[in-house]
């Protein structure tokens, strides 16, 4: 009997998740504070200014996939890799569209506030 054997699978698992789940939680609290910004962003009068988080992340998740697929074409499953990782890598990218959208939709357009401006202005302007 060797002395790795004698160890308790119960916590290499837990030595495991230990490292790992703080690395979990601060890649989940740099999404979420992206997705603030991002919301910040949309915000903006420069409607292109929004769509920088969703361009870099899906141009990010698409390369990751096409890695992993290279990587792993070695493998039986290769043919499946592409959209088993596609979708969750694109998950960010599709949150980001959603914030955009969302947030460019709750704002008034812009043709408002100028016909709002001139309709005020007739208005002082007939006082």
Do not use: W
Request: some cysteine.
């Amino acid at each position: 009997m060797m002395l790795c054997d004698s160890v308790p699978s119960s916590t290499t698992n837990f030595s495991a998740l230990a490292i790992m789940l703080p690395i979990i939680l601060f890649v989940l609290a740099f999404l979420i504070g992206l997705g603030f910004a991002q919301y910040h962003v949309s915000k903006s009068k420069n409607k292109a200014l929004g769509l920088i988080l969703p361009i870099v992340f899906c141009v990010l998740g698409l390369s990751v996939t096409i890695f992993i697929s290279f990587v792993l074409s070695l493998a039986a499953f290769a043919g499946r890799t592409f959209l088993i990782f596609f979708i969750p890598t694109q998950l960010p990218a599709l949150a980001y569209i959603i914030i955009y959208f969302s947030v460019r939709s709750s704002q008034p357009k812009d043709d408002n506030k100028k016909r709002d401006k001139e309709i005020e202005k007739m208005n002082i302007q007939d006082l």
